[in-house]
């Protein structure tokens, strides 16, 4: 196991796959928001393979992962930066997932306006989780909506 500041890198192999798992948390403060997205991306780019600029399977993820920490910062930890946001972002063969944790007081998610519907079209907000289920394979809310959990299936380039 490998610790560096913040974040926890461990490797692993199992009898199916290998996996690489990656614990990292920040404070809550939107101004960290971007620059720890991008130290994740980093992490994440080697193994969701080669990019592909018709695929934009890297792009998928960095909107959906910066979304979710959004998400967790503003709304669920009211930006008070003694409350801190979890992240885990598993990679196995084939699929990423990352799970999106904060200290806040949770929400119903099935009870958010559909940003598409006609009289929700100019609202500011409530765009983010609609991204998140549009961009990866399966979005999950779970403990009463403070943990949010996506998963993706990585596309491989044919030949």
Known sequence: MI????????????RLSPVVELRQSLASRVADIS????QLMRFLRPLIGEPDTKDGCDIDFEIA?????????IHGNQENPEKRVYVNCQCMEGEIAITVKDDGEGFDASSLPDPTDKAHVLLTHGRGIRLMQMLMNDVEFQENGTKVRMRKQLRRRAG
Request: glycine share 8%; no cysteine.
């Open 3 to 14: 610790r560096t500041n913040n974040s926890t890198l461990r490797s692993g192999v199992s």
């Open 65 to 73: 992962l910066g979304e979710a920490i959004a998400n967790a910062v």
């Open 35 to 38: 620059p720890f997205v991008d």
